[in-house]
Structures are given as structure tokens and as C-alpha cells.
């Protein structure tokens, strides 16, 4: 891949971050959800996003699932393609909080060392990686999309928690126990970013 290219010249703008915060009414951020598949990702960040909205807060949702339609679609499940799929989700989640957005991302994620990529992309208060702890027998008896089952029998290889990694956060803004109500845990999500003056609801 082309490397950053020395003729390409950074070009300041007028209308600054804070500008844009100011008329909006709260920061932009990144809420960072990882986890297996099947802890729980999709659903807190819909039901979070769903709450903010109502409050007037300009969100937007990244989902692994969807992302990898479009902007992803040219990658698969090996460790380049996702360290490469969570380092465009991660400039493209940048971009959006730049605009002001509060930006949901919802991607396993399973490598420390690209989560931390993602967070020096952001200034220091504006990652939040909320950890959706599930265990790997809850998310496999859950199996909504029948991917554990095949994992199992050797019709899906690389599958996270199976046969290829998940690195857990060891210090993550949010460490949520994914067993527990969906309503409870969002709330908790919702009162760090007050807590973090992200919002001010
Ligand atoms: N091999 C393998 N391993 C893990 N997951 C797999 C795999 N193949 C397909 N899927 C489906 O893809 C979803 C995960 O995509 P992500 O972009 O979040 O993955 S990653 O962050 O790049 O690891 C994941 O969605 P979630 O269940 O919502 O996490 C799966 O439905
Ligand atoms: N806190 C929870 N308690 C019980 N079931 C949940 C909870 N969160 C999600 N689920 C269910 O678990 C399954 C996987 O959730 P999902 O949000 O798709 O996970 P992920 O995005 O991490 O793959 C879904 O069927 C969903 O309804």
C-alpha cells in the first residue's frame, strides 16, 4: 500500500473543530464497543444511539456488519484484513467525530495493538472503548447468525474465539458485564459520556 506522500500538504480550515461543537451543542467522540460476536455490540450501540438521538445528540453508527458492504467489502477475516478494516473504520470514525458527530462503532476489534491505533488517531478524551464482556459460551449459545455452529464444524475457519484470537482490553473506559439488561448497561454508557462532558443531557 502507497505510504503518506511528502507532496500531499496538510491545508488547515477556518471552521474549527470547536466551532463546530459550539453551535452543536456537545463534542464529538468515538464510542469504541468490542467484544466476540454475539456479546451484544450491535444491540448497546443501537439502543444507546436510540436514546441519544431522542435527545437531540447528532449521532451516527458504524456497524461491522454493514461496513463490511460497502466500504469494506474487499476484506475478509485474516489479521491484515482486519487490522486494514479497523484502520479505515477508525479514519473514517475520526472524520465523523472531527464533524461533530457522536460516533457508535460496533467492530470485534479483537487486536489490542489496532484498538490503540485507533485511539492515538483520536485526541486522548475523544476514544471511548467500552468493552462488552460476554463469555465465549453465552455468545456461542446465543448464535443469532449461526456462525458459532459452523465455526464448530469446520465450515467457517478464523472465527474469533474459535480458532483465531480475541485480545481482551486490559484498560478500558467501560468494562460492562454483556449478561446483564440491555437498558442497564446503556445507561451506563450514557452517564460516562456526562460524565466525560461529551453530552450534557
Ligand atoms: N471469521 C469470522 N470471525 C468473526 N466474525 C465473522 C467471521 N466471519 C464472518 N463474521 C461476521 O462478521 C462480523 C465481524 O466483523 P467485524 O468487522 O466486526 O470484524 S473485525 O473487527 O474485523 O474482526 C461478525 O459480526 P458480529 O457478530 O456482529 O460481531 C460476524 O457476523
Ligand atoms: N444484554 C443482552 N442480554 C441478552 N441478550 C442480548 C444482550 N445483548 C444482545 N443480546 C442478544 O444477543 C444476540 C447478539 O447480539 P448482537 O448485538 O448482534 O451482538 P454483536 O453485535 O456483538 O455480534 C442478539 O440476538 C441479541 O438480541
Redesign the pocket.
Known amino acids: 500500500m502507497a505510504e503518506h506522500d511528502e507532496n500531499v500538504v496538510w491545508h488547515p480550515h477556518s471552521i474549527t473543530r470547536e466551532d463546530r461543537q459550539q453551535r452543536q451543542g456537545h463534542r464529538g467522540a468515538v464510542v469504541w464497543f468490542t467484544g466476540?460476536?454475539?456479546?451484544g455490540?450491535?444491540t448497546l450501540a443501537d439502543a444507546v444511539e436510540q436514546q441519544l438521538f431522542q435527545q437531540g445528540v447528532n449521532t451516527f453508527l458504524l456497524?461491522?456488519?454493514n461496513?463490511?458492504h460497502g466500504l469494506?467489502r474487499d476484506?475478509g477475516?485474516s489479521d491484515a484484513?482486519?487490522k486494514e478494516?479497523?484502520r479505515r473504520?477508525g479514519e473514517v470514525a475520526k472524520l465523523m467525530a472531527d464533524a461533530g458527530l457522536l460516533v457508535l462503532t460496533?467492530?470485534?476489534?479483537?487486536h489490542r495493538s489496532e484498538r490503540q491505533m485507533v485511539r492515538e488517531l483520536l485526541d486522548g478524551d475523544q476514544f471511548i472503548e467500552v468493552f462488552v464482556d460476554t463469555p465465549l459460551h453465552v455468545c456461542e449459545a446465543r448464535d443469532?447468525?449461526g456462525?458459532y455452529r459452523k465455526?464448530r464444524a469446520g465450515e467457517?475457519?478464523?472465527?474469533?474465539g474459535i480458532d483465531?484470537v480475541y485480545e481482551a482490553p486490559e484498560q478500558p473506559e467501560l468494562h460492562l458485564d454483556g449478561e446483564q439488561f440491555v437498558t442497564k448497561l446503556s445507561d451506563e454508557i450514557i452517564d460516562l459520556l456526562r460524565r466525560k462532558d461529551i453530552i450534557d443531557l
Open positions: 466476540l460476536s454475539g456479546s455490540k450491535s456497524d461491522g456488519d461496513v463490511r469494506c476484506l477475516f484484513d482486519r478494516n479497523i473504520v460496533a467492530f470485534i476489534s479483537p443469532p447468525k456462525l465455526a467457517l475457519t478464523n472465527f474469533t483465531a
